[in-house]
């Protein structure tokens, strides 16, 4: 496929030799036919002459050598061929062959210019002259003999003028020429122009594949420059939209390759310890300690306790994995409020009387069926309640709370354990964040829990919100759909 520069030019090019070669061949036919018109004018005028000049001689007999060479001096200053010529054809004059010799000229009368003027009073007529070998261009004009009765042609009949086309045709091949060369100067001004308007329309279009290819290579911040409203602009702008969507899905994938990378070694991290620790005395334990009665049950329990934490952990990791990358399914309906609380209670009593706090629920007599998945709720509402007893005190009180909201019911569970700086609050929910590293691990946290939480909520629509004053307990609350 050629270039669209050469597209571009080739087309105007093709254009112009066309209109060209039609306007030059209809000027050139065009002043043809003028001049042809204008000899043919010309021989008229010659006859008419001829005609006038004889009927002023025409009584004056005595004068015909003088009529004759009048004739002659005519023919030769206007380079025209008079011919007189009688009613039968017989050639009564003839400028161009002298007088001893007309008797060797052909009878006239079936020439076509003769026979047409002979019908309609004049007739013209082109052809090769059988007298001289020339092309000709002949006109003849009919006579009324009467009027000639007494001149020295008193048989005269047609009056003919004829001249060599040899002229008109160089006229017409100088004409044609000079048509020619006009014509390929306006071809070469097209060629000049054709490349100037070709470039005008590629060179942006270079330029523009020049400035992408160099965002192909990697050089994603260029913005192509838009300098008219014109398509190559149109375009422009559009590469410049994608390029905004590639950076920012660039960025995206950066953020969220950060992300795995910190996750990964969020990750290790967590397995390290559990992991280190329970090799360490299953290690003790292969060295001896097994052998000793005091130790045994004691390391046995400690391997014990990192092998279940290890087990939470990577349910918590399978957890989250499985919300952040959508393949949680939830389903969704309306259940009762009640009884799902005090199910979640239930699940929980035993850890917060291990501590002897005091873990109850406060419910409405009267509460609204409430829409959403009962399963991962009653997992959001675990966590929020675990972390209640984990971080609260011995003797503490935790209270799990069920009360209408406009259209939604609001589940809020207050601690009066030692409360959350505000500097955390905002960071709590993230992934393994933990305000105090060691006691979360002591406490068994993951510190996956209320990210796993909020992911929950949020998949219903709703977010979970905390208020804490440092000293005097906690409160995480979130709303549900009622019917
Ligand atoms: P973890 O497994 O460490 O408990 P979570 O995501 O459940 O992880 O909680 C994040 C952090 O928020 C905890 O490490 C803890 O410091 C803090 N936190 C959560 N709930 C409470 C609470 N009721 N009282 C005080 N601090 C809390």
């Known amino acids: 496929m050629p270039s669209i520069r050469t597209r571009i030019s080739f087309t105007y090019l093709l254009i112009a030799a066309i209109v060209l070669v039609l306007l030059g061949t209809l000027l050139s036919l065009e002043f043809e036919r003028s001049l042809r018109e204008r000899i043919v004018a010309e021989l008229k005028t010659t006859s008419l002459v001829v005609h006038s000049f004889l009927l002023e001689t025409a009584p004056k007999r005595a004068w015909m050598q003088e009529t004759r060479k009048t004739l002659e001096i005519i023919a030769s200053t206007t380079s025209i061929r008079i ?9 009564l004059f003839e400028s161009a062959v002298p007088d001893s010799m007309k008797h060797l000229l052909a009878n006239h009368l079936q020439r076509p210019e003769v026979q047409r003027a ?13 007298t001289i070998g020339l092309e000709m261009m002949y006109h003849a004009h009919r006579v009324d003999p009467v009027q000639f009765e007494q001149s020295i042609f008193p048989r005269l ?20 020429l000079k048509i020619t060369i006009a014509a390929f100067l306006v071809f070469l001004v097209t060629l000049v122009a054709s490349r100037i308007v070709a470039r005008r329309v590629t060179d942006p279009i270079a330029k523009m594949s020049a400035d992408v290819a160099r965002i192909k290579a990697g050089e994603i911040d260029i913005r192509l420059p838009i300098q008219s409203d014109d398509e190559i602009a149109k375009l422009a702008e559009l590469i410049n939209e994608m390029t905004t969507k590639l950076r920012d899905d660039i960025a995206q994938l950066r953020k969220l390759e950060r992300y795995r990378t910190e996750f990964l070694g969020n990750v290790s991290h967590e397995l390290r310890t559990p992991i280190f620790s329970l090799k360490g005395y299953l290690e003790t334990l292969l060295d001896g300690a097994i052998d000793d009665s005091t130790v045994r049950r004691s390391f046995l329990e400690k391997a014990y306790h990192h092998a279940s934490r290890l087990d939470t952990l990577l349910n918590d990791l399978i957890e989250i994995s499985r919300i952040e990358s959508g393949q949680m399914k939830f389903s969704f309906r309306f259940f009762e409020v009640q009884p799902f609380l005090k199910e979640v209670i239930a699940d929980h009593q035993h850890a917060s009387q291990r501590k002897s706090q005091d873990l109850r629920c406060e419910l409405p007599d009267e509460a609204p069926l409430v829409y959403g998945d009962r399963d991962r709720l009653r997992q959001a509402l675990g966590n929020i309640i675990d972390n209640a007893i984990r971080y609260s005190p011995e003797g503490a009180s935790i209270v799990v709370n069920a009360g209408r909201s406009d259209d939604t019911l609001v589940i809020s569970v207050h601690d009066s354990g030692p409360g ?20 979360s691990r ?13 992911h929950i909520v949020e998949a219903h629509g709703q977010k979970i919100v905390v208020e804490s004053t440092p000293g005097s307990g906690s409160t995480f ?3 549900l759909r009622t019917s």
């Open 118 to 130: 002979l019908k309609r009073g004049e007739g013209t007529d082109v052809r090769m002259s059988e």
């Open 420 to 439: 959350i700086d505000p500097i955390h609050l905002s960071r709590i929910f993230e992934r393994f964040y933990r305000i105090d590293q060691d006691r």
């Open 477 to 479: 609350s979130f709303h």
């Open 442 to 454: 002591e406490a068994g946290g993951t510190g996956l829990g209320l990210a796993i939480s909020k």
């Open 157 to 176: 009949r047609f009056i003919r003028s004829g001249i060599p086309l040899s002229e008109v045709n160089s006229h017409i091949a100088t004409i044609r």
């Open 83 to 91: 011919t007189l010529i009688d009613g039968e054809g017989t050639v």
